[in-house]
């Protein structure tokens, strides 16, 4: 493909930031596919943010993040949610005309996780979706959304969104799902924790409620005492991982997990790891937990993990069991902190653990389209069909 067409990229609205050492899931995949399509087009990604490294320059497109705290306030009511709903989509709407009127001239557009995109031009848009987001207006504006590709990471969120828009033309839904790099996230370099007695449980995830930390916490806080004491637990992200406009929320939840990990002495803290040292970790413990609490679209964490050769305790909910199987996880149905608990200890009292080893990946065939030289190849077929509907010109 020559480089004479024009990409233009949009990152949903809700990411403000992009933490500059623990990259998230979704803005991984963001930056991954900048990389790809720059070999091919001409690419002009877009977020609400500027961000530039050596490699990677992404431009501001204005987003008036007033009307979203109007929108919080209203939403705390719920006579009014209504209202917190049309002010999003004024603000939502402001943001994809201010990408759209700066990249007019493109031949393509893809949004990631911003749906509205799709209604002024749906030919030439690509929806990749990494989590559930409102199609607004769907019910009388389904023939504009439905003539747009839509990419979604698993397939339990593909079916939510028919099951919630009542879609009936998915011709142009389909799944790619998230992907890792096996050059990076393979057991190549194993640290031996075979012989150690302490069990190494590794937390991952975001600092936030629906990922389960507090859980995590509570079930090490209430381990017996001759238990307790030889776990160990290590938070490796960063508590600004994820970038949110509701500070204040945050910032309360991320006190009280502080509070508890005060009261626990076997917790270690990393501070953030980058996208290049998560294998390190992955290595130097016997398992990762995922708790998540809500219904996870698909859990890159769980997926890098594993590729590493690491055995996962996960929540079994949303898109995590199409990455997982009952011989490479611990599957835990309606996750509590009792349950974390006892999961611990009956693999504590068991000595199970001693066998984990980090010597060979763990992933299985259903995992086969999870590399991301597979989903490199899928998205470019993509693109490379959606060119030649709206732009035929010869595609070598």
Excluded at 5 to 16: A, D, F, H, P, Q
Excluded at 350 to 364: E, F, H, I, W
């Amino acid at each position: 493909m020559k480089k004479r067409y024009t990409i233009s990229l949009l990152l949903k609205s809700e990411v403000g930031n992009i933490n500059l050492v623990n990259v998230p899931g979704t803005e991984q995949i963001f930056i991954d596919d900048i990389h790809l399509l720059s070999k091919y087009f001409s690419v002009r990604p877009y977020a609400r943010f500027t961000y530039h490294r050596s490699d990677t320059h992404i431009y501001k497109i204005y987003y008036p993040i007033f009307l979203y705290r109007v929108s919080f306030l209203f939403r705390q009511f719920r006579f009014f949610r209504w209202i917190s709903y049309m002010i999003m989509f004024c603000a939502d709407i402001i943001y994809v005309l201010h990408f759209l009127i700066k990249n007019r001239s493109s031949d393509l557009y893809i949004g990631y996780s911003i749906p509205l995109l799709a209604l002024l031009f749906p030919r030439k848009t690509i929806i990749i979706m990494e989590n559930e987001q409102n199609f607004y207006g769907y019910r009388w504006l389904r023939r504009r959304y439905d003539q747009a590709v839509l990419l979604f990471c698993s397939y339990f969120l593909r079916n939510q969104t028919i099951i919630n828009y009542h879609s009936s033309d998915i011709k142009n839904y389909h799944v790619l799902y998230n992907a890792i790099d096996k050059r990076i996230f393979n057991p190549h370099h194993t640290i031996s924790i075979k012989q150690q007695p302490i069990l190494r449980i590794a937390y991952c995830s975001a600092w936030v409620k629906e990922k389960g930390l507090d859980l995590v916490l509570d079930a090490c806080l209430s381990l017996p005492k001759d238990i307790k004491k030889s776990v160990r637990l290590t938070i490796a992200s960063n508590p600004h991982l994820w970038y949110s406009d509701k500070t204040e929320r945050r910032e309360i939840y991320q006190n009280e997990m502080y509070e508890k990990i005060s009261n626990l002495k076997n917790v270690s803290l990393l501070g953030g790891v980058s996208h290049l040292g998560m294998p390190e970790v992955y290595f130097s413990h016997h398992l990762v937990i995922v708790p998540s609490v809500w219904e996870e679209p698909f859990g890159m964490v769980v997926l890098e993990s594993l590729s590493c050769g690491t055995r996962v305790i996960v929540s079994n909910v949303g898109g995590i069991h199409e990455i997982v199987d009952e011989k490479n996880s611990i599957l835990i149905k309606d996750i509590n902190a009792s349950k974390i608990r006892d999961c611990i200890v009956k693999l504590y009292t068991s000595k199970r653990y001693l066998t984990y080893s980090s010597d060979a990946s763990l992933l299985t065939t259903k995992n086969k389209e999870m590399d991301k030289d597979y989903r490199d190849k899928k998205l470019l077929s993509y693109i490379h069909q959606r060119l030649l509907v709206v732009n035929p010109r010869q595609i070598n």
